[in-house]
């Protein structure tokens, strides 16, 4: 059974497009958000019914005024990759949140992690943090997503989409991948939150199903109504155009699990869910197809004057 009493939620990474999904979809069902952010208030997204504290997830006094009074929290990291500041930004969390008693603590970790240790940054600091916060004795459900479908409704993708029927993105064709929503992420995170009897579980959540990059560019190309053909990009060239927008430091990180991926080392790491967590969180991931169908695709359009035959949101 969930939970139907109104939360209070302190969600680390509200302002990023991760933590901004669960923090609309907990504000819609009418649960309490606290945020921490160094935005000024004028660079802040939209966030109806949150509540924003200035502070820094390294200082640990901002961090606890964060947690003050909350009931649970949602953690997402950011694109931070240096161990040791998300070994201390975890230890902020963990420690603001049993000095705040909350009842539930749900941590995302961002990716798949490999079983054993690697060489990759992106994996081993989310490991890192995972048991940190695990071994501080706060009440603890980790869910580990694979890739995410907002990722391609981008600078990147979307010109090339809409004018030539290309999907390139820097997967494998042949890796099985359970491409995943933000907003799937959010339903997740907060059956995560209130699902009894879950605390010490990790779940691989994923969407409705794996596909190979062909099989998502037939699904792109359903919800498109046009032929769509998967390209496989490079990841060297995908972290070079990232390191112009993020900076050399994240772009590595954020690309090692590309160029991870790109090894075959472990070609099943980012496909389906671990066979438990869509019945346990009772989730129902809306097929592919459906998602590309609601987005505004004509916004990437390159010809103003061309009909628009894109489907609209719904």
């Not at 990437?300 to 894109?310: G, K, L, N, Y």
Request: glycine share 10%.
């Amino acid at each position: 059974m969930s939970s139907e009493i109104p939360m209070r939620v302190a969600v680390v990474g509200a302002t990023g497009f991760q933590g901004g999904a669960v923090a609309r979809l907990l504000a819609e069902r009418h649960h309490g958000v606290r945020a921490l952010t160094r935005r000024p208030s004028a660079d802040r997204p939209p966030l109806p019914g949150a509540f924003f504290l200035a502070g820094d997830l390294g200082r640990p006094e901002d961090v606890r005024r964060l947690f003050a009074g909350t009931t649970h929290g949602f953690v997402t990291m950011p694109l931070v990759y240096d161990t040791e500041r998300v070994e201390a930004y975890a230890r902020n969390v963990a420690d603001a949140a049993l000095e705040a008693g909350v009842r539930r603590l749900v941590f995302n970790a961002n990716t798949r992690l490999p079983l054993g240790p690697t060489d990759v940054a992106a994996f081993e600091t989310r490991r890192l943090a995972e048991r940190v916060l695990r071994d501080s004795g706060v009440p603890l459900v980790v869910i580990r997503p694979p890739v995410y479908l907002d990722n391609l409704f981008s600078p990147w993708n979307g010109p090339a989409l809409v004018g030539a029927g290309v999907l390139a993105y820097p997967l494998p064709a042949s890796a099985r991948t359970a491409w995943l929503s933000h907003r799937g992420l959010a339903e997740a995170a907060l059956a995560a939150l209130t699902r009894d009897g879950l605390e010490g579980r990790t779940f691989d959540i994923g969407g409705e199903r794996s596909l190979t990059g062909g099989e998502l560019a037939a699904a792109f190309g359903r919800g498109l109504g046009r032929a769509v053909r998967y390209e496989e990009l490079d990841p060297a060239a995908f972290e070079r155009g990232l390191a112009g927008l993020l900076g050399p430091e994240t772009a590595a990180g954020v690309a090692g699990i590309y160029h991870y991926m790109a090894t075959g080392a472990d070609p099943l790491l980012m496909a389906d869910d671990d066979g438990v967590s869509t019945e346990v969180l009772a989730l129902e991931p809306a097929p592919v197809e459906e998602w590309v169908a609601r987005q505004p695709w004509q916004v990437w359009s390159t010809d103003a004057d061309e009909p628009d035959a894109s489907p609209r949101r719904h």
